[in-house]
């Protein structure tokens, strides 16, 4: 082994290439990354970057002296549109990088609205790198009025900015609640009301059937139960699809991401995948995860691999988001649940307990960080504790970590 190029510019590109040199792999290690930065946090972007509280500097995860130190080249700018995997050769136009392992961290993208109904028109943006709120941040002025279409994690995170700033924000989501996807009604219910309590409108069940427009420039939106909302600008937070062009193009599996095994190689051993754009084996089918932590654990267990360890991945999922004054920790995936259980803490601070029959699988904590500590401790053991337990707030949860 080599030569190692990782194609790709996040999290999980920079951890597997410091992973291999901690791992003492003196091969040559190449990242190519479309982006004109080296990689970076992308989490901030939605809270404190777009708020003005971080700068670019913060974001990157290593400083650039780091790749020069460790002898890890950095191709900026400039995109792998081509494999040949009997060559073993990845190319970035006619540039040809030979490679003896090749990881493929490339993220996802933004799903954008259709041109059809609007989804051209300048001032309609979405927010996944840092060209996308560069470009976003000077509309944050106060008293202008935003649309956030899509009220997952990433419209709230933008609603909650936009309110910080005294912006006018209504928010639309188009199945029956926020969060409907990821999560209980409880938690639903909990940022509803907070988004609320902060001046921002929210309407539930209702779509954008279309975009309208002033000489190109989006001005307004018309909702599928016919309200017209006048508007400055638009963010779209709909949701991510995995960037898969390059591994389908070269005739690797993909099937809701490049398809990988529990070493995280492709259908061509040569070939790795991790991160947002691959589903991996797990319980009895497929997963693929949109989380920080997973593409660190992920890309750090491959570059072993490629050393030759011979480890399985096996998720221990967590995520968070930061709202106004409310840290939202997640432990475990709540697939599958069929009871809820709320463990309230104080005013300001509540956890709910997802539970899977008797067995305990993920909680939501605001503000809770005990909570979600001995939460996190007892589902990656695979313990439980029942759950008239933990209504009761009298109940030390610590104690449960000793059985």
Known sequence: ?????????????????????????????????????????????????????????????????????????????????????????????????????????????????????????????????????????????????????????????????????????????????????????????????????????????VSVERLAGDNGTVCAAILSDGTHIDTDFVIVGVGITPVTDIAMSSGLAVSDGITVNALGQTTDPNIWAAGDCCSFPYQSGMLRLESVPHAIDQAELIAENILGANFSYIPKPWFWSDQYDVKLQIIGLNTGFNDVVTRPNNEKSVSFWYYQEDQLIAVDAMNDPRAYMVAKRLIESGKTIPQKLVADPGTELKNFLKA
């Not at 990689?39 to 700068?55: A, D, F, H, V």
């Not at 109904?117 to 300048?122: A, R």
């Not at 840092?130 to 609603?159: H, S």
Request: charged fraction near 25%; include cysteine; hydrophobic fraction near 40%.
């Open 1 to 205: 082994m080599e030569k190692v190029v990782i194609v790709g510019g996040g999290q999980a590109a920079a951890s597997a290439a410091a992973k291999l040199r901690s791992q003492r792999f003196e091969g040559s290690i190449t990242i190519i990354c479309k982006e004109p930065h080296p990689p970076y946090q992308r989490p901030p972007l939605s809270k404190k970057y777009l708020l003005g509280e971080m700068t670019v500097d913060r974001l990157y995860l290593r400083p650039l002296g780091f790749y020069e130190d460790q002898k890890i080249t950095l191709h900026l700018e400039s995109i792998a549109d081509q494999i040949d995997r009997k060559e073993k050769q990845v190319y970035v136009g006619d540039t040809a990088f030979d490679y003896d392992a090749l990881i493929l961290t490339l993220g996802s993208q933004p799903r954008v609205l259709p041109k059809e109904i609007g989804g051209q028109l300048e001032k309609v943006f979405t927010v996944r790198d840092l060209a996308d709120v560069d470009g976003l941040a000077p509309e944050f002025t106060a008293k202008r009025r935003v649309l956030i279409i899509g009220g997952g994690y990433i419209g709230l995170e933008a609603a909650a900015v936009a309110a910080q700033r005294g912006l006018q924000v209504t928010l639309v989501e188009a199945a029956d609640r926020i969060l409907q996807r990821v999560a209980a009604p409880q938690t639903s219910d909990f940022f509803r009301q907070l988004h609320i309590s902060n001046g921002v409108e929210i309407k539930e069940g």
